[in-house]
């Protein structure tokens, strides 16, 4: 997908101005898609050009920033991670989201993710395999905390895959959340949290 781009450059005042190659690459219906989803970043047609977009990145922190200030500890980091591939996983179904790091956003204190989505046409962005394994490596290198031996040890197995896709990495988190939660001892569904017993 990036092979798409002409220019690609962080500009000073918040913007991201993105230069695409080819016209014909193109696609209206992406763009309106695009801007219809909270999960975009705001984008701007230059009036002048068919190719070249400008991304509101203004009172946001990119991903790669946040990562490396900061340590999760193990259930935060991946309760994070769950968030974070649930919000681009749903954005990335009709539109394809770039997958870098430093160009996915979200708000300082974490509660919002913006995406930078590109306007082309379906046939320059349907197989993202590559580009899902680039974007693992890139968080196995900036993922800092206590105890992520059993999420290092998860991405690093889907690497290992002919194929990688966002979806089945999220149900793979899912999958193993479900498995470190603590287990309930036996006696609890005799004595549910939400009944007072009769003795009392």
């Given at each position: 997908?990036e092979e ?14 993105v230069?695409?190659?080819?016209a014909k690459?193109f696609d ?24 070249k977009?400008?991304y509101?990145?203004n009172?946001?922190l990119d991903?790669?920033?946040?990562l490396?200030m ?8 991946m309760k994070?991670l ?12 009709n539109?394809p989201v ?7 956003y ?14 082309l046409?379906m046939d320059?962005?349907v197989?993202?395999s590559?580009q899902s394994?680039t ?7 900036v993922l800092k ?10 991405l690093?197995?889907?690497l290992k895959?002919?194929?990688v ?18 287990k309930a001892p036996?006696y609890?569904k ?9 003795l009392l």
């Open positions: 997908m798409e781009i002409k220019k690609l450059e962080k500009r000073d005042d918040g913007f991201v101005e230069t695409l190659k080819k690459d209206e219906y992406v763009l309106a898609q695009m801007c219809k989803d909270t999960s975009c970043l705001n984008v701007i047609r230059d009036p002048n050009s068919k190719v977009f400008y509101d990145t009172g946001y991903l790669l920033s946040y490396e900061h340590r999760f500890e193990e259930d935060e980091a994070f769950i968030y974070l591939f649930e919000h681009l996983v749903r954005t990335n179904t539109k770039v997958l870098q790091s430093d160009l996915i979200l708000s300082y204190d974490g509660g919002i993710l913006k995406f930078m989505a590109l306007p046409t320059k962005w197989f993202q590559e394994k974007f693992l490596k890139e968080l196995i290198k905390g206590e105890n992520l031996y059993a999420i290092s040890g998860f690093v197995e889907q895959g002919k194929e896709s966002l979806p089945n990495v999220l149900q793979g988190l899912h999958r193993l959340f479900d498995a470190n939660k603590p036996w609890a005799f004595f549910p949290k939400n009944k007072k017993s009769h």
